[in-house]
């Protein structure tokens, strides 16, 4: 069994990028990225145009992965062409730079790690840290972890946390979170004056709706899953955490390619420095990745990782809304 260190040197050579497959991938995401809302902002005809606007919605989850990845330093470092298109995309997707690095990088630090895990990621308490809250806080993390929220992602996680509430906490720091709110609400009024309502509905509204409910709740379940596990931070270890509380996300073919193979999150999270082309074959020629923790995107799959809402240490496993008000 490989660990710690030494897996991450053992998964060096999946590190590596090749320049033009990035450049390649890219810029044929980046011209379906356009030509999709493009599609949904011309009113041609309502039915091509609703295709285009989910279309749209999925590919900006493909960006978003890859914008991911440039931000890990794992593809397209020290391009200038590079950094003014993921600028203008973290804008886009109400997730500027300075936040989600210094957000997700944290993430990364602290995964599972009780106590200090939330920043960066969904709260996460403990059965008897839950029943010690009183009323009003116990409705606030049930609500950050609520379907509803994670459904609303545009709102809640983007507009809100991404965005407002880093530049009420920290304006010096995250002072591009103006030019983010800025270039939206200007990018919205151009859409609607040029182009009409509908063109906005469908060609913003609905693509930021489907791409960020997909993304909270890709980041919600690849570390809330039913055999997910927490530790405290003297029993925390980065591979551990990495293998055993970061998910495998079991899709189709088609929406490994919409989400960027970010769901073999356990192998990103080990080594970030993978570019998201080389997860897969990451996987299948390395075994100690093959038997992770699974998630899906079916039905069950979905209410199995919503029904979790805290960590009981004395079960040793997440537990639901039923077992966390029982003594």
């Known amino acids: 069994m490989i660990k710690d260190k030494d897996l991450i040197l053992a998964t060096a050579d999946y590190a590596k990028e090749d320049r033009s497959k990035s450049w390649r991938l890219t810029i ?3 011209i379906l990225f356009l030509l999709a809302y493009a599609g949904a902002m011309v009113n041609v005809h309502i039915v091509p145009q609703i295709i285009c606007s989910i279309l749209a919605g999925l590919l900006t989850v493909r960006v978003f992965i890859i914008y991911h990845d440039y931000l890990h330093k794992s593809i397209l470092q020290n391009s200038m062409v590079a950094e003014v298109i993921f600028t203008i995309y973290g804008w886009f997707v109400l997730a500027p730079v300075s936040i989600w690095r210094r957000s997700h ?7 599972s790690k009780l106590y200090t895990s939330s920043i ?4 996460l308490v403990t059965k008897k840290e839950f029943q010690a809250a009183n009323k009003l806080e116990q409705r606030l993390y049930l609500f950050a972890r609520h379907p509803f929220t994670i459904a609303f992602g545009y709102v809640f ?7 407002l509430r880093s530049l009420i906490n920290n304006p010096k720091k995250h002072w591009d979170s103006v030019l983010a709110l800025a270039f939206h609400v200007l990018l919205g009024t151009a859409i609607f004056i040029f182009l009409g309502w509908q063109a906005l509905i469908l060609g913003l509204i609905v693509p930021l709706m489907i791409a960020h409910a997909m993304g909270a709740y890709l980041f ?16 925390w270890d980065y591979v551990y955490a990495a293998l055993h509380s970061s998910s495998f996300m079991k899709m189709s073919p088609l929406m490994h390619w919409f989400t960027g193979n970010i769901g073999y999150h356990h192998i990103h999270h080990v080594n970030p420095r993978i570019p998201f082309y080389n997860l897969p074959k990451t996987f299948e020629e390395m075994e100690i990745f093959q038997n992770p923790g699974i998630t899906s995107l079916t039905p069950k799959g979905i209410v199995d990782c919503f029904r979790l809402k805290a960590w009981d240490p004395e079960s040793g496993k997440m537990i639901g809304k039923k077992e966390l008000y029982q003594n």
């Open 157 to 163: 996680v983007f507009i809100w946390g991404m965005a």
């Open 120 to 123: 960066g990621s969904y709260p």
């Open 105 to 111: 990088n944290y993430h990364h630090a602290h995964n």
């Open 220 to 235: 919600y379940a690849q570390h809330n899953f039913p055999s997910a596990t927490f530790k405290s931070k003297e029993e």
């Open 28 to 30: 044929s995401t980046l």
